[in-house]
Nanobody, 115 residues
Framework: QVRLVESGGGLVQAGGSLRLSCAAS???????MNWYRQASGKQRELVAA???????NYADSVKGRFTISGDFAKNTVYLQMNSLKPEDTAVYYC??????????WGQGTQVTVSS
């Protein structure tokens, strides 16, 4: 059974930083590792994507402030979040997609940014 375990969420003031971590308990053979977020009452959105081969993609709202990194061989992914804004407040979810197209999800970690 594969589990994704997230950590690093918490309460921070606007302008501060947090680093989210996610690690899979077993081998996945992922081709993409991603971070999503869902604010209260809103739809889940893709924040950052890390694709096998090294390419990355970011939502316009976080571009220049967030950085995704990871290690596909170790099934780990990170999200460095700088210059946080109140609108970044959400539950953040780790996602990994394997070669066969199966998605694995973490339970989510709360990030709250106060003004």
């Amino acid at each position: 059974q594969v589990r994704l375990v997230e950590s690093g969420g918490g309460l921070v003031q606007a302008g501060g930083s947090l680093r989210l971590s996610c690690a899979a308990s077993g081998s996945i053979g992922s081709i993409a590792m991603n971070w999503y977020r869902q604010a209260s009452g809103k739809q889940r959105e893709l924040v950052a994507a890390f694709i096998s081969g090294g390419s990355t993609n970011y939502a316009d709202s976080v571009k220049g402030r967030f950085t995704i990194s990871g290690d596909f061989a170790k099934n780990t992914v990170y999200l460095q979040m700088n210059s946080l804004k109140p609108e970044d407040t959400a539950v953040y979810y780790c996602n990994m997609r394997n070669v066969l197209g199966r998605d694995y999800w973490g339970q989510g970690t709360q990030v709250t940014v106060s003004s």
